[in-house]
């Protein structure tokens, strides 16, 4: 799954309307529909912190979505 198709499903599912979370979290219902389609996701850990405490999840649920890791070739 995707970034977005995780933000969707755990927004879905715990009853949040995008208007709802972007007042939950500081940002713009835009902001969430972008997150949402994967146009781009949040760069800030903080930000990603405080939509895991919103949506009940652990922080490192995100982290590879938006601070992919680079695997070295051997």
């Known amino acids: 799954m995707t ?4 933000l969707r499903t755990l927004r ?3 009853g949040f ?7 939950a979290i500081g940002f713009t ?4 529909y ?6 781009n996701c ?3 850990i903080a930000v990603l912190e405080e939509l ?10 995100w982290w ?3 601070f992919p890791v680079e695997r070295k070739q051997r």
């Open 3 to 6: 970034f977005g198709e995780k």
């Open 12 to 14: 879905e599912v715990r």
């Open 17 to 23: 309307s995008k208007t709802d979370l972007a007042a």
């Open 29 to 32: 219902r835009r902001s969430i």
């Open 34 to 39: 972008n997150w949402e389609c994967d146009r």
């Open 42 to 44: 949040p760069k800030s």
């Open 52 to 61: 895991s405490h919103v949506l009940s999840v652990d922080p490192s649920y």
């Open 64 to 66: 590879e979505d938006c």
